[in-house]
């Protein structure tokens, strides 16, 4: 949100001079964000960061005034609650990540299981998650009469709107029917697609940047140059104008919610779970490797670009060029292990859709197979130097379990094409990732699988990304 959206609206209101639209920011969680930014005023910087024609790392630095202040959801529900039911609240936005939409990944579904919705589904006062703030503040609106909202999701899942709406009317219906059928027929849940690539801010580049400005920041925040945000224009309550700060207002935005999961998400995916195994730790780095720049390209253009919808006056070649010209970024310093993190949450989004269109068609999966036994052979918990490293994903231990992880360190060479296809058949046949795609590809799948596993934990991840390369020719 702040290497986004706050800037975005940041621009509106100094180009149309409106005042109304400052933000409170709620963190579900942690108070690190709150206790850095309110002694500030809200205050921080936007730091973007490239490279210039020679390679020489270069900044821009502006500070980011619109939002009024930060609260933490768990020490003070109440009023996050109150908050949402306020008359001049006017839009709710989530940046939360997949994992934090208690969705199941394979089909979209609530998880009513889910530890924090059956907390949230009988501790009305103090709930835990978004959706459960989300209603119960919405319950508090109507009982006071304050009219509808807009729920506006930003995160990278496939018509996220659409997804929060099913979600959040799922919850409601069992707190109050009627309930669920106000917000159903007046609050509003456009979909939007937000493409910028925002690293995790380091006490680096906190230090770098408050000697820079000659005052301290406790909490700046790093983005590339590049920004679009497309938004279907369904707002209950008004909106701020912003198209003033480089927004884009759509008739829907499926189209370009598709195609940056798939190429952008889908392609960082690869290049976060190949460079981790192989001990490229940053994407610019990874992307520098020959094999695998050339790879990501053929990934985009064999295996992902005849998947995508039309999207009139869109240059593909073009795109593709400038995303591995993005990805290369030397100044944004990108860890492999920050995009790793919670793959079972996103792999359904970012490579299942498009794997399931390539199989419909018939047509190639090799590459996409690459990154899942990269992503099977990174769930193993060590790089191919033997580096240990923590698997950070909410189904890792479950995943870990149902396929018998870690034990790939006994295995000699001679036994290991059979294991490969043992593991390749047991990720395959887990549902709560996997449920989406067709029984009947699955054959193919965990023979293009164990075949990459194989090749991965054999020879490497370059002689791996050589192989495919060479088949390509």
């Given amino acids: 949100m702040r290497a986004h959206l706050a800037p975005v609206n940041e621009a509106a209101i100094s180009a149309a001079q409106d005042m109304r639209w400052g933000i409170v920011g709620v963190s579900l969680r942690q108070p690190d964000t709150r206790d850095a930014l309110n002694p500030q005023d809200g205050l921080y ?58 969705q199941h990944p394979a089909d979209g579904s609530l998880q009513f299981d889910h530890p924090d919705i059956v907390h949230d589904l009988h501790t009305p006062a103090s709930p835990r998650t978004a959706v459960g703030f989300i209603v119960y503040g919405l319950q508090q609106r109507h009982a006071t009469g304050n009219g509808p909202l807009t729920l506006m999701s930003l995160d990278n899942l496939p018509s996220n709107g659409h997804l929060l709406k099913k979600l959040i009317l799922d919850f409601a ?80 935005a499926a189209p370009w919610e598709t195609l940056k999961l798939r190429m952008v998400n889908g392609t960082h995916s690869c290049i ?31 295996e992902i670009e005849p998947t995508l919808p039309a999207l009139p006056g869109l240059d593909i070649a073009g795109y593709r060029k400038s995303l591995l010209e993005r990805f290369a970024n030397p100044a944004l310093a990108h860890r492999t292990q920050q995009i790793a993190m919670d793959g079972s949450q996103k792999i359904p989004q970012r490579w299942l859709g498009t794997l399931g269109d390539q199989l419909t068609a018939g047509r190639s999966i090799s590459h996409l197979a690459l990154c899942l036994a990269a ?23 479950v995943l870990q379990q149902h396929l018998g ?26 549902a709560p990732v996997f449920a989406c795609l067709e029984s009947t590809n699955t054959p193919l799948l965990v023979t293009e699988i164990a075949s990459q596993l194989y090749l991965l934990r054999t020879q490497g991840v370059v002689a791996a990304l050589q192989t495919s390369n060479q088949t390509d020719d």
């Fill in 45 to 102: 910087t936007l730091a973007i960061r490239d490279a210039d024609p020679d390679g020489a790392s270069r900044e821009q630095l502006q500070v980011i005034g619109c939002i009024m202040q930060v609260l933490v959801a768990p020490e003070d529900p109440d009023t996050v609650l109150r908050q949402i039911a306020a008359q001049n609240t006017r839009i709710v936005s989530l940046t939360i990540t997949e994992k934090g939409y208690c």
């Fill in 173 to 252: 219906e069992k707190v109050d029917p009627a309930l669920a059928q106000w917000i159903g027929s007046t609050c509003t849940f456009p979909c939007s697609m937000v493409d910028r690539i925002v690293p995790r801010t380091t006490a680096t580049d906190r230090q770098y940047i408050s000697a820079t400005l000659g005052l301290t920041d406790a909490w700046p925040v790093i983005g590339e140059p590049f920004l679009d945000w497309a938004i279907e224009d369904d707002f209950a309550g008004g909106r701020p104008d912003w198209n003033l700060g480089g927004a884009r207002f759509v008739t829907t």
């Fill in 272 to 302: 976060a779970y190949l460079g981790a195994l192989a001990g490229w730790h940053t994407v610019d780095v990874a992307v520098g490797q020959p094999a695998l720049q050339y790879f990501l390209d053929t990934l985009m253009r064999k």
């Fill in 375 to 397: 992503w099977l052979r990174y769930l193993e918990g060590f790089d191919q130097d033997g580096l240990v490293f923590e698997i950070q994903d909410p189904l890792g231990h």
């Fill in 405 to 430: 992880l870690p034990s790939a360190r006994s295995i000699t060479d001679g036994a290991c094409m059979k294991e490969c296809t043992r593991l390749a058949r047991a990720l395959c046949n887990f």
